[in-house]
């Protein structure tokens, strides 16, 4: 199934979501539905935010060919001071925005996997920003809020705008 993906600036975006308490089929299900989600969409990555399920959940795949989703349960991000440099970032409920984030260039996370497995990584680059972004997402926070807020109000009139037209 393919979830419906909230849009800037509702208010559910900002929903800080709670930890999942144990992996068992229904959050697979709801691993497998946001894949299918991202996919669809298409993006590089998914918090369960986005479709308005407020559990600590995101999803990521970078590869070309949609082969490799890797799956992140109650993440916890460990964010060095350092390397900070900015990258051009675009976010699925904020569609046609795209503006640059400066933002650590490695993260070390730990999470549970598919399984409820516990694992840990260290990740560079389009990953550690978008381990970032999402994570941020579960924090009810979006990357426009990085910007500053004159930038912030021209988007939401630019992106309030285009709902009204597509309303129409
Ligand atoms: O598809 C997406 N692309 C992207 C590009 C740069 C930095 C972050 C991202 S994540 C985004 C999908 C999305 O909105 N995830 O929350
Ligand atoms: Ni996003």
Redesign the pocket.
């Given at each position: 199934m393919t979830l419906s993906i909230l849009e800037f600036p509702d208010p559910r975006l900002r929903t800080v979501a709670e930890p999942v308490e144990s992996v068992d089929d229904n959050v697979r299900a709801l691993v497998d539905n946001m894949i299918k989600t991202?996919y669809g969409?298409?993006?590089?990555?998914?918090?369960a935010t986005?479709v308005n399920v407020h559990q600590r959940v995101l999803v990521i795949d970078l590869s070309e060919e949609q082969s490799d989703p890797r799956v992140f349960i109650n993440p916890e991000l460990e964010i060095p001071e350092s390397e900070k440099e900015p990258?051009?970032?675009?976010?699925?409920?904020i569609p046609g925005v795209y503006e640059d984030v400066t933002r650590s260039q490695s993260v070390r996370v730990r999470a549970l996997d598919y399984h409820g497995e516990p694992f840990e990584q260290a990740h560079t680059g389009?990953m550690a920003?978008?381990l970032q972004?999402?994570v941020d997402?579960l924090n009810g926070r979006l990357?426009i809020d990085y910007l500053s807020q004159l930038k912030r109000s021209r988007i939401r009139r630019r992106v309030e705008k285009q709902q009204r037209q597509k309303a129409s």
């Open positions: 991202m969409a298409p993006g590089i990555g998914l918090a986005q990258m051009q970032e675009g976010c699925l409920s389009l920003v978008c972004h999402e997402h990357f």
